[in-house]
């Protein structure tokens, strides 16, 4: 049989390191999966393609390697759209194939026409249609050097006459991918030197640009006598085996994180784009180094930004840098991130919760149980924020969030890119109920495709995160409710291990008897509805929401609440 053009794009996409392709077939992408089944690729069929787009984004987060989505034309490829977007934003080599209509009918509203380069024209690095088969190769290849060259998604829009046609003769093209060594020139190196080396009190400020870099950030810190506090994202990088360690900053933060940057002299950034400048001193000088130019003073201006991979240009930076001996400024922060944390845990443990289960707590007995090396994803909402704060990174664990497009329902989704790219680890996803209902249809991907994913469901009967803004926000919790099922007795329906927990006193227990669980698992734990967030800091605008809540909420004859929320948050 000769070749055709699906044939050309599959070859490409595997010779580009493509392994596994997340998608649901259909109609026009027929032409395509009968290349990849003919293919080493490995097709994994989703029940919504959202989902897949999150399972693609955290293989190719984990990996660094390209991964591949592909939908139906129309509805099928519109429905990757959220995680899409969130790939994006993580820099996720990913390309999407969005199977398109023939030519002859596109341009007149056909049934299922959807215009896929404006649709994603704004959440990816590549977007382009293959117009005719003298094409194919050459886009198919330009698409995979952007996803791989920029770091995010390519999408190729691929008409279905163009897919089935004989692949034409083109010139050999392939990818070509360079990894240059980045750093800023040695005359901005001498200002960040002397700009540090006045600076009296530095705090280093890290992101997840620091991965890989973490022995260099130390030096750095330990020449410099300075706390390292970090984003959320610089959590996999920053926090395992580090002495310097304070935490994060941000509302999602740590008082002991919090103030290192706000009342640091210099405050040092490395690979940290975080969004919201309330949190960035605005007396203290600012050194910014990151490997995208772009970044440089966006969210706060800075004294000196600097373009360079950070463990290059520290390495470069470092002997040009004087020993700070007094270590006082940097030992407060520590001792006080020490003694939060401590503090946090104990005000949970059993017996001290007034009876129910914090969501902190849980997330403590995970910690304390997960193996070594286990990948954790996590929801957007309070099982994001007790998984950052209180399960520990030791450089073998990884964490896998979605910290800058903000979505739910990632968590589970997440999980299955995981375990499909390391099916002998532990990978454990850590849901909140309203996510997973969201996407809780591909519960059933994970039993068709027997992963031995480890679901816990944090379930407070509530969109909680929301419920804090709210009450922040001085208003009574509205439209927050949620009425679910016993999610153990779901998971058993769908076909795999599961169970619900609702007394304190068993939760160790429980906890133990699902993660030893041999394959696919879920634990639903009824959470305390009331357990907060609590921001690093006691700012004016929330104190005054809380409390005009509290007045509302009384008034709405909801005193009983108030009280079990001052009791569960308060010490
Ligand atoms: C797709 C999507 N829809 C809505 C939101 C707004 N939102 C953020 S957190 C949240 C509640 C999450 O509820 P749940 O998963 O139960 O987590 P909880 O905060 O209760 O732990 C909502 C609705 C969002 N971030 N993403
Ligand atoms: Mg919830």
Redesign the pocket.
Known sequence: MSKKVSDVIIEILQSAGVKRCYGIVGDTLNRVVESIEQSEIEWVSMRHEEAGAFAASAEAQLSGELVACAGSCGPGSLHFI?GIYEANRNRAPIVLIASQLARQDLGFQSTQEVDFKRVYGECSVYCDMILNPEQARRKTVAACQAALAKQGVAVLIVPADVSSAAAANELPYSVTISAPLIRPNDNELDQIAAILNKGGNVTIYGGSGCMGAQDEVMAVAAKLAAPIARTSRGKDALEPHNPYDVGMTGVLGIESGYRAVLECDTLLMLGADFAWSQFYPSHAKIVQIDIDPLHLGRRHPVTKGVVGDIKETLAALLPRLKQHDNTTFRDTFVTLYKSKVQSTVEKVQPGKHGGGIAGIYLASLIDQYAAEDTLFSA?????AVWALQHIRANGKRRFFSSLLH????AGMASAIGLQKRCPDRQVVALC????FG?LMGDLMTIVQENLPIKLVV?N?G?????EIEQKAEGMVDTYTH?KNPDFGQVAEVVGLWGSKVEKVEELEQSVTTWLAQPGPALLDVMVNPMELVMPPFIAMEPAIGMALYTAKAVLHGKGGDVWEMVRENFP
């Not at 903000?406 to 329902?409: K, N």
């Not at 909140?432 to 996510?435: A, H, I, L, M």
């Open positions: 959220n929801d957007d909402g309070t099982a903000g979505t739910m329902a909140g109920d309203g996510g969201m944090f407070n509530k969109l909680g995160f929301v949620l």
